[in-house]
């Protein structure tokens, strides 16, 4: 895929540097966990299909209970991810990190003008000037509610990487106010808004970091201990929201929106994680479970296939994102019996055709990048022109 490093967390990640341990295995793992968790992301939206409650629907458990599980780990693994392709942060300039955060922004921005321009091709975006202006304008305002959903990810990513590096490799200063802003926003989270998703930057951040310590020591996880970690998993998830503590059932517990029918789950995408502490030993040994089932995967069959899936995870996160929204409503009218097992097959075919999607749209997909990332790196340029970055000392803003 033709783009710049602002999006290598979705992408494969960079050469080992000189010096470092052979590290072909490592990278090659790292595309299948890459691959896992894009179509577990996809998965898990279908599953949103069949739970998606209204007055006359009816409540799927069976799909719910696989969400659950879903959701409690697989947007921290995609930032554990970005951090473990983040091996040379330290030696990154500070314009390429704010070329590379703002590209993920645009990208999120284009998507989400192309999403509505679809919605009015359809007819389904108010008439009225004021109404359909405030459509397209204030969500690039706030940095949240696109019409292309799934690229909230994008934006938070963005706000993760610069302050991740602020912690690496700023300033003492810098550091510091990096870490004032995210226990601020933990201990203010049920009582703040949330602009450019400003409430999924801690647990970001904090899985951000790790990935980026186990990449710099070389660490995976043994290749056996997937499987423990999963049963762990689907043991503690429907924990979380249950009140293990009694303080922790409010605020922490968290809001509950309507799709969820009164039920609890992770959404990172409204900084609702219910019990930190669980929230945290699950999501990690979910991350765990993945990259160590993508050790073994590698050189599997099945490698290649989810490999590849891997290195076009940025494409697919858009492309889930335009079927989410237009086309899955379709598969919520199906009518199908509440069971695991037809919950299970129909969610897999909501990912083959996501992939089928994808393929059509590739290219469109790839222009949509490409003129996002152009944007971004002219922004940047332009803004290191400026007379006051001209005044700056030299070396500022370089690693």
């Not at 990449?215 to 924990?239: I, K, S, T």
Request: aromatic residues 10%; proline residues 7%; charged residues 10%.
């Amino acid at each position: 895929m033709q783009i710049t490093d602002n999006a290598r967390a979705l992408e494969t990640p960079p050469a080992p540097q000189v010096g470092e341990p052979a590290s072909a295995e490592r990278i090659a793992a790292l595309d299948v966990a890459r691959g896992i968790a894009i179509l577990l992301v996809i998965y898990a939206h279908g599953l949103q299909a069949f739970f998606a409650v209204g007055p006359d629907a009816a409540f799927s458990d069976a799909a719910f209970a696989q969400w659950r599980v879903v959701y409690s780990f697989h947007m921290p693994l995609f930032f554990l991810i970005s951090g473990m392709t983040a091996r040379n942060l330290r030696q990154k300039s500070w314009r390429r990190i704010l070329e590379q955060a703002l590209a993920l922004v645009a990208i999120a921005y284009v998507s989400h003008i192309a999403g509505v321009a679809l919605f009015a091709a359809l007819g389904r975006v108010p008439t009225e000037a004021g109404a359909a202006v405030k459509t397209l304008v204030r969500p690039m305002l706030i940095g949240k509610d696109f019409s292309i959903v799934t690229t909230w990810f994008l934006v938070a990513l963005a706000g993760v990487q610069i302050l991740a590096a602020a912690i690496v490799k700023g300033p003492g200063a810098a550091r510091l106010a990096a870490i004032a802003l995210l226990g601020f926003i933990v201990v203010a989270n049920p009582f703040i808004p949330n602009p450019f998703q400003i409430k999924s930057l801690a647990p970001g951040v904090l899985f951000y970091l790790a990935g980026y310590a186990l990449m710099r020591f070389g660490a995976l996880p043994p290749a056996f201990v997937w499987a423990p970690c999963l049963a762990a998993v689907v043991a503690l998830a429907p924990l979380n929201g249950a009140c293990l503590v009694e303080w922790s059932c409010a605020p922490l517990k968290g809001f509950v929106p309507e799709f969820l029918g009164g039920r609890f789950g992770v959404l990172m995408i409204t900084g609702d994680i219910g019990f930190p502490p669980l929230f945290a030993l699950t999501a990690l040994l979910g991350a765990l479970a993945v990259l160590s089932l993508s050790r073994q995967l590698a050189t599997s069959r099945f490698g290649a296939a989810l490999a590849w899936n891997g290195r076009n995870a940025l494409d697919l996160v858009l492309v889930n994102g335009f079927f989410l929204v237009f086309l899955q409503p379709a598969f919520a009218r199906l009518p199908l019996a509440d069971t695991a097992i037809w919950r299970v097959g129909l969610g897999l075919s909501i990912v083959a055709a996501n992939l089928v999607l994808f393929v059509i749209l590739a290219p469109f997909i790839r222009r949509l990048v490409g003129f996002s990332r152009l944007c971004a790196a002219r922004a940047v340029n332009a803004g290191a022109r400026s007379p006051r970055a001209r005044r700056a000392p030299s070396g500022v803003g370089e690693a």
